[in-house]
């Protein structure tokens, strides 16, 4: 199984890449943030708090999204690959899901980090927020979603470039230029 992570800021456009790379080669899209949203639409305790923390544009805490991704992956039944979208999303995660998948014996074969300038971000995080109304599309809680993007995951390009899964991308060019050059990459591990 194959297993590739969808890196970015808010707004970058994995969950679209995401979808892309699910319908041509047949992968499963694992988003947090729609499996998340998910939970907060069930109406559950659990959903309750989780909404607290994406309306405010904060990360919920690392060991809610752990146990969430475990009871995920542990779902899975002979999937052709994963593509995670939206984790890990700091240090703490990414330590965590090198463990789980070394029991496992499955490892990371491709990280894309999907890069566009911060203005590229807003202008489209906006535009999201008048479609779609999410709750955390709003021009004070994209400013602190970005933010922390800054603070608690982009370090963790440092943690990822040391290997030769990592590969960047800009997506300032639209969607089918940005996911041309990312079928490239899956074209290179595809099984
Ligand atoms: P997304 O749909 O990926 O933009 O995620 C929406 C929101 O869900 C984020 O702003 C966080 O509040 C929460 N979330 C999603 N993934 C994670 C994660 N890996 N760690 C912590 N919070 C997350």
């Not at 602190?144 to 960047?168: C, F, M």
């Amino acid at each position: 199984m194959r297993i590739i992570i969808l890196f970015g800021a808010p707004g970058v456009g994995k969950g679209t890449q995401g979808a892309l790379i699910a319908e041509k080669y047949g992968y499963l899209h694992m988003s947090t943030g729609s499996i998340l949203r998910e939970e907060v639409a069930r109406n559950t305790p659990l959903g309750a708090e989780i909404e607290s923390y994406i309306s405010k544009g904060h990360l919920v805490p690392d060991k809610m999204i752990c146990n969430i991704v475990v009871e995920e992956i542990n779902k899975l039944k002979g999937e052709k690959g994963i593509i995670l979208d939206g984790f890990p999303r700091t240090l703490a995660q990414a330590e965590f899901l090198d463990i789980m998948l070394f029991e496992k014996g499955l490892k990371i074969d491709l990280m894309i980090d999907i890069q566009a300038n911060r203005k590229t971000l807003i202008d489209r995080l906006v535009k999201r927020g008048t479609l779609s109304h999410r709750m955390d599309d709003t021009l004070e809680t994209i400013e602190k979603r970005l933010q922390i993007y800054e603070d608690q995951t982009s370090p963790l390009i440092g943690y990822y470039r040391q290997t030769d899964r990592y590969n960047t991308i800009s997506s300032e060019k639209g969607i089918e230029d940005t996911f041309e050059h990312i079928a490239e990459l899956v074209d290179t591990i595809v099984e």
